[in-house]
């Protein structure tokens, strides 16, 4: 069985988020820690650890999640955005579920971190 993280508690209904977009792959809502104006979380239905950890049936889910993170950064407004995908502790992964920042509405500087 997955182990329970807070993204498994959000779409089990058991923590509530601000919903920016749902279907039956995927879930995005807003940070509650924002790094920039804009900053939405995108997470798969499924749990999948981290980037690292998928596998090949996910390949189509992970262009799913790609191809949602840009509608939905369009559907914010947003002409340049960062889509963010950290894997592993060391890169900064703190909830272990995979999932996609999407951040924007300021410039956004190079190297990260």
């Known amino acids: 069985m997955p182990e329970e993280t ?30 920039a104006p804009t900053h939405i979380l995108l997470i798969p239905r499924k749990t999948i650890r981290s980037l690292k950890e998928a596998e090949d049936q996910d390949k189509k889910l992970l262009g799913h999640l790609l191809f949602i993170s840009s509608k939905i950064a369009q559907q914010e407004g947003l002409d340049n955005w960062r ?26 500087l190079w190297p990260p971190g």
Do not use: W
């Open 6 to 35: 807070i993204f498994s508690k959000i779409l089990n209904g058991e923590i509530p988020c601000k919903e920016v977009y749902s279907d039956d792959l995927c879930l995005a809502f807003r940070d509650i820690e924002p790094q």
């Open 83 to 108: 889509t963010v995908i950290n894997t592993g502790k060391e890169s900064g992964q703190t909830v272990f579920h995979l999932h996609l920042h999407i951040i924007g509405g300021r410039p956004l």
